[in-house]
Structure formats: C-alpha cells, structure tokens
C-alpha cells in the first residue's frame, strides 16, 4: 500500500519479555517519528530519524528502548523487559524532510503488558 | 521544544453547524509548524491541516480552517458545517521536525 504501515496491530507481552515492533514509511519520506500514545492521552514523542540517522532520542522514556532504521526506510522500536507501563499504542509517522510538511501516521500497535 | 495545551472538555455539537476547537502553544524556536490531526475511534491519525509560523494568511482547507493568533500564541480550529463523520479527537501539535501534541479535544457530532 502507499500508506506507512505498522506490524504488528495487536502485541500481547508477558512482563519481562521482549517486543519488537516495526514500521514501514511511505516511500522516499526522509523522516521518520516514533510515538507514544497511553489510552485517553495525545502522542508523546520518542524518537526521530532522517534517513539512517537518529537526530533526536530525548523522548524514549528509559534505556530499555531501542529504535533503529539501518537502511534509512524500515525502522524497528524494540522494548527489551517490557513493564505494564510500557501498555500504550505505538504510532509511527514519516513525512518529507521539512517543518512544513506533514507526517502520515500508521494504524499504531497496540502493545499490552501482562 | 513545543508544549501544546488543549484544555477544552468534550463537546458535542449539532450536526451543520460550526465548532471551535482551542490550541495554544509554547515554543523557543523561531520557526515552526502547526499541526490539527483527527483521531477517529478506529484509531488512525488523520492530517487535517498545517500553519506555518511564518504564514500570515490562515491556512483552509476545505471545512476547516486555522485561527493563527501569533502573539497569543494560539492556534485554534474552526470546523464548519459539522458532519457525522467529524465524531472523533482532534490533536493539536507543533514543533520543528519533532512535533508535539496536546491531550486532544473529544467531538461528538449529534444529528
């Protein structure tokens, strides 16, 4: 599809477990974002890419988060030891390099901590 | 970095007529964007409209359109002739490449 696209929709973790959630940018968007979202709460930045760099990583919330975008297009949010806290929907945008364009935003994974 | 507040409670509003949705931001940097997206129930994160911190005309597009008050740093939406469809939050961000988002305005549109 011509969308971004996020795997998978729905993750069911135990505490303590690994996750690994990816996201698939519209083709020949530079820019790459990683959101937050805890249920009734708007997006909270974690991460930004453009291309392979990661510019700005202040929002990930501890050391237990992981992004990475190796070729520049894919990128992968991992979550090493999840906690309940980490529960939320994660929402990857990407948009062309510039402030005034938008961000096209995936479906989200919803990821939930048992 | 950004910080947008939206502190408006939920609204519901008669289908046709116009809703105004309040935004204001706090920033240091010079130049920046403005952002409204929808988030219907389904979940998706719809662009609506964008403002340029430089632009001095306000931005429209289609219903809905964009109340740039600079100096008070206020960036509100104004949705006309409100539809069914409009039943949904709606997220006000901003910021220079990393945007920031408010907590979101909940709009029920009742026929």
């Known amino acids: 599809g011509a969308g971004v696209s996020q795997s998978p929709r729905y993750k069911v973790a135990k505490r303590g477990q690994d996750v690994a959630l990816r996201c698939d940018p519209i083709s020949g968007h530079v820019s790459l974002f990683w959101y937050q979202q805890a249920l009734g709460q708007g997006p909270e930045f974690l991460t930004y890419?453009?291309?392979?760099?990661?510019?700005?990583k202040s929002g990930l919330p501890s050391d237990r988060f992981f992004a990475e975008r190796p070729e520049g297009s894919v990128s992968t949010l991992k979550i090493q030891r999840t906690q309940q806290e980490d529960s939320a929907v994660y929402l990857c945008?990407?948009?062309?390099?510039?402030?005034?364009?938008?961000?096209?935003f995936g479906q989200g994974t919803r990821l939930t901590v048992v | 970095a950004q910080k947008i507040t939206q502190t408006q409670p939920g609204m519901f509003v008669q289908e046709k007529e116009a809703v105004t949705l309040d935004c204001t931001y706090d920033?240091?940097?010079?130049?920046?964007?403005l952002f409204w997206y929808k988030q219907p129930s389904s979940g998706e994160m719809i662009f609506l409209i964008y403002?340029?911190?430089?632009?001095?005309q306000n931005a429209t597009e289609g219903r809905y359109s964009l109340n740039f008050q600079k100096a008070r740093k206020s960036a509100n939406l104004v949705i006309s002739a409100s539809q069914l469809g409009d039943s949904a939050m709606y997220f006000c961000g901003g910021g220079n490449n990393r945007l920031a988002f408010g907590k979101g305005n909940q709009v029920v549109v009742i026929p």
């Open positions: 403002q340029g911190s430089y632009d001095e």
């Open positions: 890419f453009q291309n392979e760099a990661q510019l700005d």
């Open positions: 920033t240091s940097d010079q130049s920046y964007g």
């Open positions: 945008a990407s948009s062309l390099v510039g402030r005034d364009t938008e961000a096209f």
